[in-house]
């Protein structure tokens, strides 16, 4: 059996990602840690989480921010405030950083344990789209297109923030949510556990202290908007 620890969308959050790596540290029986991408963006610790990813993920993942500090997402592609950190982020980040982010595979199959795991930030069908739709068919659909298309035991993905745990027939889908910037309206830091045999998923929420973050960008300027959306975890 192998025991997989699944985060996605840091997003610059230090606090975040630090009580999210002691509380698997705290089980001691975690095999390796992937991280689906966003490592930077909205928030400013970009070279902390940077450095903390190098680290302890054995894989990580390019996500759309990412590739915004990097340069090959064009600025139309973001909201205002989104690119207005993305600007900030290249102003800080160290190059060996910038470097290192621009290498990060944009999707990947891996195997543990006889499973084939199709890991990307966004979709199967497009790196950078949403994995996620409206209506429950419409769900159930997707969930079946991208079982043919990826011919895997699983999907990881990122992107949303939203934590989910899905399944069609015997193909398994994972969003881990977001460790740095939750959008399912509960404040903290999420991710998920993933045991390859038998095959489940464990969706973990922790508790921290995220004040510092908020007290940092205002100490910065920048945008309140991102600091508040932490208390509300939207």
Request: aromatic share 10%; proline share 6%; net charge positive.
């Amino acid at each position: 059996m192998v025991r997989i620890a699944v985060i996605s969308d840091i997003h610059s959050n230090i606090y975040g990602l630090e009580a999210v790596l002691k509380d698997i540290e705290k089980r001691r029986n975690i095999d390796e840690i992937i991280c689906l991408g966003d490592i930077v963006g909205y928030y400013p610790f970009p070279n902390e989480c940077v450095d903390l990813v190098r680290e302890k993920c054995s894989i990580s993942m390019y996500g759309n921010h990412d590739a915004g500090v990097v340069g090959d997402e064009p600025a139309f592609y973001f909201n205002p405030i989104a690119y207005e950190m993305i600007i900030w982020t290249k102003k800080f980040l160290k190059k060996n950083n910038l470097i290192w982010l621009s290498k990060l595979p944009r999707k990947k199959i891996i195997e543990r344990n006889g499973k084939k795991i199709y890991l990307v930030h966004g979709s199967p069908f497009q790196t950078f789209d949403y994995f996620d739709a409206p209506s429950g068919s419409e769900w159930k659909n997707m969930l079946k297109e991208a079982s043919e298309k990826t011919m895997t035991d699983m999907l990881f993905v990122g992107h949303t923030h939203i934590p989910i745990k899905d399944r069609y027939k015997k193909f398994h889908v994972l969003n881990p949510g977001s460790v740095g910037q939750p959008r399912n309206g509960k404040p903290g830091a999420y991710y998920s556990i993933v045991n390859t045999t038998p095959l489940n998923v464990t969706m973990v929420q922790v508790k921290y202290d995220h004040k510092p973050v908020q007290e940092k960008m205002k100490e910065l300027n920048l945008p309140k908007s991102l600091s508040l959306r932490l208390d509300k975890g939207l």
